[in-house]
Each structure stands twice: as structure tokens, then as C-alpha cells.
């Protein structure tokens, strides 16, 4: 570098890694977890962590899915942090556990028209409609303990590993 020089960068690292009990309260400050309560399947929630701040969630159900195969949910970045490829990562994090155990395929639902950012971002890396019926889904469900009206079709994606 010439003498007389000098530059002062930040560096964002992303780090992803599996939710630990111990880290529960923290994530929960920062992300919605909306599936933490989830029980009567196997799961494993990813984090994604910049500079020690949670910024990202991913969980992976590992059974009772309406595929039959790992189905990648609860897909959130922080709204500072989008568009900077951080659920990209976490997606591919995700297939590379289930490939990991031996999979073959890696499943999703998304919205039929009311979230054409998740879409694009899971044609993106390479998923694409699944041979089954969109699933209608209305009425009052309870995440975290708040009821929320829900009004939407999902459809469902897979992608080979
Ligand atoms: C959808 C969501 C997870 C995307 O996260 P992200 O980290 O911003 O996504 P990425 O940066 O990996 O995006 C990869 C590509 O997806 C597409 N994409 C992502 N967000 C988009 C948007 N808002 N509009 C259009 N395309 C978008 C783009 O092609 C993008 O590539 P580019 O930035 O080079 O153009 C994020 O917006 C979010 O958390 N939304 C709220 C929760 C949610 O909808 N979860 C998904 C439920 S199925």
C-alpha cells in the first residue's frame, strides 16, 4: 500500500450455525423463531450470525413433512440485512445437512402469489414446482404463542441434491 495511505474497512462475516439452548434468549431478542414451539417432529434450527448479532433463521424439519422428504421452514433475514445472499447461504447450508444424512431431495412450501421474493430466491438456487396440490391455508394459528390470521395458498417446491 503507498505510504500516506489509510484504509479502515469493516468486515461482515457470516456464520451459520445450529441453535443451541444456550443461545435461545439471544436469537429471540433479534428473530421472529417463529417455529421454536413446533413439536412432534425432528428439527434443527440454523442461525445466521454477523459480527455476533443473530441476523438470520432457518429451520429444517427433518420428519413429518408433507413430502416425505427434509423441508427447509421459517426461512427470515433481519429487513437490514436482505439482499446480501444471507438465505441463499442458509439454503445451502440446509441442503448440505440433509445431503449429510443421506438425502437425495430438499423440500419447501412458499406462497402461490403473495411472496414473489422467497420465490425468486428458491428458483434461484435451483427449486422448482413439486408433484403435489397447492395447499390452501386459512384461518387462526398460533405462532409463539400469538394467534395471527393466516389467508394463503402454498405451493410446494423440491430441488435434487
Ligand atoms: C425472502 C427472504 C428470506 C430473502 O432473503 P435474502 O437474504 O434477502 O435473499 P438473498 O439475498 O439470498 O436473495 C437471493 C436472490 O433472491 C431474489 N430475491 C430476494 N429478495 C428479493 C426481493 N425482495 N425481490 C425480488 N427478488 C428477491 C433475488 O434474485 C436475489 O438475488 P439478487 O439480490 O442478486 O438479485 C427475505 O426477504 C425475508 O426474510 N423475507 C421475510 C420472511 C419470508 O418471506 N421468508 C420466506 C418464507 S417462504
Do not use: C
Not at 99 to 110: F, I, T, Y
Not at 131 to 157: C, F, H, K, N, W
Amino acid at each position: 500500500m503507498p505510504s500516506g495511505v489509510s484504509v479502515r474497512e469493516t468486515v461482515h462475516v457470516l456464520v451459520i450455525s445450529e441453535l443451541d439452548s444456550a443461545q435461545v434468549a439471544v436469537v429471540d431478542r433479534h428473530l421472529p423463531l417463529n417455529r421454536l414451539d413446533q413439536t412432534g417432529d425432528e428439527s434443527t434450527y440454523l442461525v445466521g450470525w454477523v459480527n455476533g448479532r443473530p441476523v438470520a433463521h432457518a429451520r429444517i424439519a427433518w420428519s413429518g413433512t408433507h413430502l416425505g422428504l427434509p423441508e427447509i421452514q421459517d426461512m427470515f433475514v433481519a429487513s437490514d440485512y436482505r439482499r446480501r445472499g444471507i438465505a441463499t447461504a442458509l439454503t445451502v447450508a440446509a441442503e448440505a445437512k440433509a445431503r449429510a444424512r443421506g438425502w437425495a431431495a430438499m423440500s419447501l412450501s412458499v406462497s402461490q402469489d403473495k411472496n414473489p421474493a422467497a420465490r425468486s430466491m428458491y428458483n434461484r438456487r435451483g427449486y422448482s414446482a413439486a408433484d403435489a396440490a397447492p395447499v390452501p391455508v386459512s384461518g387462526l394459528i398460533t405462532l409463539r404463542g400469538q394467534t395471527v390470521e393466516v389467508d394463503d395458498t402454498l405451493i410446494y417446491m423440491v430441488k435434487a441434491l
